[in-house]
């Protein structure tokens, strides 16, 4: 499942100077290498990936800070988890599928249809992308040029990448839960 999304929320809540991104800093590489080694297997791993140039800085919220419900409502899912990211300049998120790590823990024997909702936080600046396989016609399309809010939902499915080739952070938004 992968779906273009547009959703209507403040999306200034997420960023500075409401939100203080300095207190996480971390690589989601380690996961990638133990966990998705299938993917591996068919595109390789580039050997120049490193905990420097793999940073993500993420907040999570509850739904006292954040309005789950209507997200909800607007996404068709029963909300679990939001976080944020920050993906500074010159780093990427290396190829991978989402294995919905925090609702798996949470929720382990649950066999409903996990769902995320990948949301872009601010208008689409030079250099910032997100890459994705259609399961459509099994071709590798870029998403660029968005506006705040724009995004897509996706299952455990779709393979996808993110870079920030430019010049200024890059903001998304993570939304996840249980289909409805």
Known sequence: MLKKIKLDYDWSYFLPPMQDYSVHKGTCLAHQLDE??????????????????????????????????????????????????????????????DTFFQINKRFPNDKRTKVRANVYLEPWKVGHMLQYKSEEDNIWKTSDNWTAGDGYIWDSKPLHLSANAGMKDKYTLQISGFLL
């Open 36 to 97: 998705l080694t299938d993917i591996h297997e068919e595109y390789g791993l580039g050997e120049t990936y490193t905990k420097d140039n793999t940073v993500i800085q993420q907040l999570w919220y509850t739904d006292k800070q954040v309005d789950f419900k209507d997200l909800g409502k607007q996404t068709g899912m029963e909300v679990i988890t939001i976080s944020s990211i920050l993906q500074p300049p010159g780093n990427t998120i290396a190829l991978h599928r």
